[in-house]
Nanobody
Framework: VQLQASGGGLVQAGESLTLSCVASRTIFSRNAMAWFRQAPGKQRELVAAITSGYDTYYTDVVKGRFTISRDNAKNTVYLQMNSLKPEDTAVYYC????????????????WGQGTLVTVSS
């Protein structure tokens, strides 16, 4: 397994959750890292991404609530999610891909297995 995501769970609206994704050293050092999510019946969408140079991108609906970060010593990317809303409910996937950052899933070569985040109202 080249990408291993964890940290999902069931929380109430307004609460916080942190997702983690451990990657192999080779993949982590050579790629931008990203979090996508896919809700039932919807397309997979980019939530946040970070380059090896720590440039970041956030989709508008999570700006100010989510923070992406990476720990190069641990080959790990994190997604800190605050003020969660029911509409954040989805399976969250970590992915490794190109720089400059790409917004579509097809551009990412490596994927984790997904972790379910459920936010109750």
């Amino acid at each position: 397994v080249q990408l291993q995501a964890s940290g999902g769970g069931l929380v109430q609206a307004g609460e916080s959750l942190t997702l983690s994704c451990v990657a192999s050293r080779t993949i982590f050092s050579r790629n931008a890292m990203a979090w996508f999510r896919q809700a039932p019946g919807k397309q997979r969408e980019l939530v946040a991404a970070i380059t090896s140079g720590y440039d970041t991108y956030y989709t508008d609906v999570v700006k100010g609530r989510f923070t992406i970060s990476r720990d190069n010593a641990k080959n790990t990317v994190y997604l800190q999610m605050n003020s969660l809303k029911p509409e954040d409910t989805a399976v969250y996937y970590c992915a490794a891909g190109p720089t400059p950052l790409a917004s579509t899933a097809v551009n990412y070569d490596y994927w984790g297995q997904g972790t379910l985040v459920t936010v109750s109202s």
